[in-house]
T-cell receptor, first 114, second 115 residues
């Protein structure tokens, strides 16, 4: 079945450092890919998405590129802020199922210190 | 502002009790979902619904049932709560019956403790 693998956390960075959170996927079809973020005490919210190969999703300084050849969707940010501290989830939605069924990774906690 | 509202932030129930978790969305979305979130396991889909009175099992439906009598409301029912159902429960909704790339909107979660 479909699955998403994320790097384990926590990832601990100083403010203004470069961030990479790795995400790879396995899917039988041709999925859409997402990054969701969960701030403390809140539900998940969509950060960015990409729906086809070589698409780049971007939002709030975060970017991720859909790499079909490496089945990856790594999240990057050039300069993190304390306010970026949260849990980040990579997810896929496989159009082959006929319904939107999101499959999530285990989440990566990011801690940014001043 | 779009909203998915879960009826409780925290619940404590006793083993064997029947537990109802309620979720309401105000976006006229067709799809609604129940996930549980556990450390190291991420989010796992329990049930989802793509229309009123329609439901589909997710990856871990055992011990749960759902009800969708109105489009805006999706209830998760624990028929006989057990300690291994202690978890964070997240409700979500999205538009479109087959919109695989549409955004899902999440509630704030209900942290359920079964003692």
């Amino acid at each position: 079945g479909d699955s998403v693998t994320q790097m384990e956390g926590p990832v601990t960075l100083s403010e203004e450092a470069f961030l990479t959170i790795n995400c790879t996927y396995t899917a039988t079809g041709y999925p859409s890919l997402f990054w969701y973020v969960q701030y403390p005490g809140e539900g998940l919210q969509l950060l960015l998405k990409a729906t086809k190969a070589d698409d780049k999703g971007s939002n709030k300084g975060f970017e991720a590129t859909y790499r079909k050849e490496t089945t990856s969707f790594h999240l990057e940010k050039g300069s993190v802020q304390v306010s970026d501290s949260a849990v980040y989830f990579c997810a896929l939605s496989d159009r082959g199922t006929g319904f939107q069924k999101l499959v999530f990774g285990t989440g990566t906690r990011l801690l940014v210190s001043p | 502002d779009v909203k998915v509202t879960q009826s409780s932030r925290y619940l404590v129930k006793r083993t064997g009790e029947k537990v109802f978790l309620e979720c309401v969305q105000d976006m006229d979305h067709e799809n609604m979902f129940w996930y549980r979130q556990d450390p190291g396991l991420g989010l796992r889909l329990i049930y989802f619904s793509y229309d009123v009175k329609m439901k589909e099992k997710g990856d871990i439906p055992e011990g749960y049932s759902v009800s969708r009598e109105k489009k805006e409301r999706f209830s998760l029912i624990l028929e006989s709560a057990s300690t291994n159902q202690t978890s964070m429960y997240l409700c979500a909704s999205s538009s479109g019956g087959a919109g695989w790339d549409t955004e899902a909107f999440f509630g704030q979660g209900t942290r359920l403790t079964v003692v």
